[in-house]
């Protein structure tokens, strides 16, 4: 094999190890039948940590006032420490 079909057999390597998306980035998925899938059977716990992780997501973004956030933080951990 040349260098050059070793490096592009590594970057294959590399492309199949990465995922293909990431909602609020924490939850990955490699196809989009895996997204549908995780999607489609979400449970109440699942649905939560979703909720939250959104609201994280936004949040480390910017687009809620401050009054927003503090509203949304004690929200969570109302509902986390249920």
Avoid: A
């Avoid at 998925?29 to 997501?57: A, G, H, P, R, V």
């Amino acid at each position: 094999m040349t260098e050059d079909e070793l490096k592009q057999d590594l970057m294959d390597k590399l492309n199949d190890l990465s995922p293909l998306g990431s909602l609020f980035g924490t939850i990955h998925y490699n196809t989009n039948e895996d997204l549908n899938l995780f999607i489609s059977n979400l449970n109440e716990e699942q649905s939560l940590y979703c909720i939250i992780e959104s609201i994280k997501y936004i949040q480390s973004k910017g687009l809620f006032s401050l009054e927003e956030s503090e509203c949304l933080s004690k929200s969570i951990r109302v509902i986390s420490n249920k």
